[in-house]
């Protein structure tokens, strides 16, 4: 039965977000912010194990506790500028894929200090600000063939979903073959494979804190075993900050080199795309879209995402960017930027229950699940590839396959930008390359030089 939709506005609220006009109310936004917390909030446990000094960066890494205060301060100021000014119902909170490129590919692959990554993400943050607020911003997603875009994303998918399972022990090293199965007796690999499963049941269940159920349960079966420590608290005020805090304006003056320039290249294109992308999809699940199936306020929407970015960067934490689990808070009714407030509000919390977080983000076993998963979902894209088509097959499987296979996600962007313009000439499709895809191939072509230097 249709619903009647109220015009008028029901107080100050009401009236600055627009509640009655989209047909929702307030005690569905606020409920829908809820939702979209639990379906995002993983990353509270996830990012400080990605990035943090105790988990794979070992004493490369960032201060465990300053990462996971940076991840919940960037979460609630990301979120609360896309709540408040560009009024979307969507959520901020550092990238999955972006992280895992900060650690593995700049501070591991490059040897790049994390202070100087830092800065790289910050000049990315700027520059990305600066095409949002302007049209160069249509022009260069215009540019960047739709195969290669998707591409990207998949390759990241595979990536990250490849972190996991090594993280997980259920794919270790092997001298005759480099990689091999882990071995299934061992503990660890038990409980992060128990952790998959559950995860996984969650997920097709449709629970929309499917990974964050499965981090819980998994930690929980984990301390029951002896395999994870108990936490030594539930409460404890944010800290950290004082070892992250500016290292990103201090550093700026390392950043100008042509290593980091890469990385800054790298950074701006994929949280670039993946904002659009995450932006549109969200979006069109709420209907928010115009009859011409564009998005009304891009411009602040996509602005908003870049002032997250920077933001998490002066704080201490990798690309803030939009989390396309904002689906799980449109699909409980969320309409408006109050949906976003709230899932801020609930960040804010979090931040306190670091002792909480800190036993999962300490164990990878645990947080390894939640990797695959996450890989899975972003891995979707293949399908939507035209594999039939040489000229975007190849360069699309070459990004795709290099990512995981080099541990860099830099390098498979790289090699898949100079493959494009090279097969579309040798169908006869030069026309069709844009001129900002021969710049790519010439500045991609300058990295690989570099790195054989």
Known sequence: MATAVPTEPRGRIDAFFGISATGSTMKRELMAGTVTFLAMSYVLAVNPSVLGDEGALGDKGIPMQAVFTATAVAAVFGTLVMGLWAKYPIALAPGMGLNAFFAYSVVLGMGIPWQVALSGTLLSGIIFFVLAVTKVRERILNAIPMQMKLAVGAGIGLFVAFLGLKNAGIVVNSDATLVTL????????LLALFGLVVTVVFLVIGWHG????????????????????????????????EHTFGQAIIHLPDAFTGQMAVVVLTMLFVDFFDASGT????ANQANLLDKDGKLPR???????????????????TS??????????????????????????????????????FAVVAGS??????????????????????????????????????????????????????????????????????????WALLVVFLGYFFFLAE
């Open 210 to 241: 499917a990974v964050l159920y499965g981090i819980v349960l998994t930690a929980l079966v984990g301390i029951v075993s002896g395999l994870v420590a108990l936490p030594d608290g539930v409460v404890a005020a944010p800290k950290g900050l």
């Open 319 to 356: 690309t803030t960017t939009a989390y396309v689990e904002s689906t799980a808070g449109v699909s409980a009714g969320g309409r408006t930027g109050l949906t976003a407030v709230a899932t801020a509000g609930w960040f804010l919390i979090a931040m306190f229950c670091y002792p909480i």
């Open 364 to 437: 990878g076993e645990v947080t390894a699940p939640a990797l695959i998963v996450v890989g899975v979902l972003m891995a979707r894209a293949l399908g939507e590839i035209d594999w039939n088509r040489l000229e975007y097959s190849v360069p699309a499987f070459i990004t795709i396959v290099m990512m995981p296979l080099t541990y860099s996600i830099a390098n498979g962007l790289a090699m898949g930008m100079l493959f494009y313009p090279v097969v579309m000439v040798a169908k006869g499709r030069i026309k069709d390359v844009h001129p900002a895809m």
């Open 279 to 282: 932006l549109i999809g969200v």
């Open 182 to 189: 882990g071995d299934f007796t061992k503990g660890t690999t």
């Open 298 to 316: 891009a411009a602040s929407a996509l602005a908003a995402d870049s002032v997250g970015t920077m933001a998490g960067a002066v704080i201490g």
